[in-house]
């Protein structure tokens, strides 16, 4: 098997396969915040996010919305489709935390009136800023079209992982998307979708199921993503 390392983020590692289509996406334990300042190994992390994230695109998938991801081969590691990721962070949000609080001067927790999508330049230089249409279309990462086809599929996205959510006693707060570029040229869906890129409460007690256990040292950060790959996986 060819299997060169062809790049490796914050959260996983990437390497060739033997078909040039595909690649090898392997999850780590290591846990990054603000802009890689704060850092951690936590155990078992990795693989947790794997499942998550191949739950999710599997339920995508069943749903009619295709993503990057081919199969999951094993506790950290899945075969996804090979594309140039596009520096653009898709922000959906139900509800109002973190960036958005200090955005608006709303209190964490406040239900927005309808969901809303953001876009924000995936520049670590540059602290990620937020992004406008116009800033989006200078920088040559999309057209107005396209925009558009992504803010429907971020709205539609978030439609259906609230249905999952809801009945297990989830509220998605918000979440981050990213999208490749194919070979033709279109948009599909990338990266994954696990409690390092998603808020999740629990809707009983508001409890933090996500990294935001991590960023603000509440501890027991694992144990809070084992419960969210728990529970998705308690109606099997
Ligand atoms: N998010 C992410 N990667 C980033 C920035 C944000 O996955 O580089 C996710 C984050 O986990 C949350 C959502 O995007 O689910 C909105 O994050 P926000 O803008 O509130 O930023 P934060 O407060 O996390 O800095």
Same mark, same amino acid.
């Given at each position: 098997?060819?299997?060169?390392?062809?790049?490796?983020?914050? #959260?996983?590692?990437?390497?060739?396969?033997?078909?040039?289509?595909?690649?090898?996406?392997?999850?780590?334990?290591?846990?990054? #915040?603000?802009?890689?300042?704060?850092?951690?190994?936590?155990?078992?992390?990795?693989?947790?996010?794997?499942?998550?994230?191949?739950?999710?695109?599997?339920?995508?998938?069943?749903?009619?919305?295709?993503?990057?991801?081919?199969?999951?081969?094993?506790?950290?590691?899945?075969?996804?489709?090979?594309?140039?990721?596009?520096?653009?962070?898709?922000?959906?949000?139900?509800?109002?935390?973190?960036?958005?609080?200090?955005?608006?001067?709303?209190?964490?927790?406040?239900?927005?009136?309808?969901?809303?999508?953001?876009?924000?330049?995936?520049?670590?230089?540059?602290?990620?800023?937020?992004?406008?249409?116009?800033?989006?279309?200078?920088?040559?990462?999309?057209?107005?079209?396209?925009?558009?086809?992504?803010?429907?599929?971020?709205?539609?996205?978030?439609?259906?992982?609230?249905?999952?959510?809801?009945?297990?006693?989830?509220?998605?707060?918000?979440?981050?998307?990213?999208?490749?570029?194919?070979?033709?040229?279109?948009?599909?869906?990338?990266?994954?979708?696990?409690?390092?890129?998603?808020?999740?409460?629990?809707?009983?007690?508001?409890?933090?199921?996500?990294?935001?256990?991590?960023?603000?040292?509440?501890?027991?950060?694992?144990?809070?993503?084992?419960?969210?790959?728990?529970?998705?996986?308690?109606?099997?």
């Amino acid at each position: 098997m060819s299997d060169t390392l062809l790049y490796e983020g914050k #959260a996983k590692k990437i390497f060739s396969t033997d078909d040039p289509e595909i690649v090898r996406i392997s999850y780590k334990n290591d846990t990054t #915040a603000f802009n890689g300042e704060k850092f951690e190994q936590l155990e078992g992390k990795g693989q947790l996010n794997n499942e998550i994230t191949s739950f999710f695109f599997n339920y995508l998938e069943e749903h009619g919305i295709s993503s990057h991801f081919v199969r999951k081969i094993s506790e950290t590691e899945q075969l996804v489709r090979r594309v140039e990721i596009v520096p653009l962070e898709v922000v959906t949000r139900n509800i109002v935390a973190g960036s958005l609080s200090k955005r608006l001067g709303w209190e964490e927790g406040r239900k927005l009136p309808k969901p809303i999508v953001e876009f924000y330049y995936k520049d670590d230089e540059l602290g990620d800023p937020l992004l406008a249409d116009v800033h989006v279309q200078t920088l040559e990462l999309a057209t107005t079209f396209e925009l558009e086809k992504l803010r429907r599929q971020a709205l539609e996205i978030n439609q259906h992982l609230l249905e999952l959510l809801e009945p297990l006693g989830l509220l998605l707060v918000d979440f981050k998307l990213e999208f490749g570029r194919e070979a033709s040229g279109s948009f599909l869906l990338a990266d994954e979708i696990s409690p390092d890129t998603c808020r999740f409460w629990d809707m009983e007690t508001n409890e933090k199921l996500d990294k935001d256990r991590f960023r603000r040292d509440l501890g027991g950060v694992t144990a809070a993503y084992a419960e969210v790959y728990r529970r998705l996986n308690s109606n099997n």
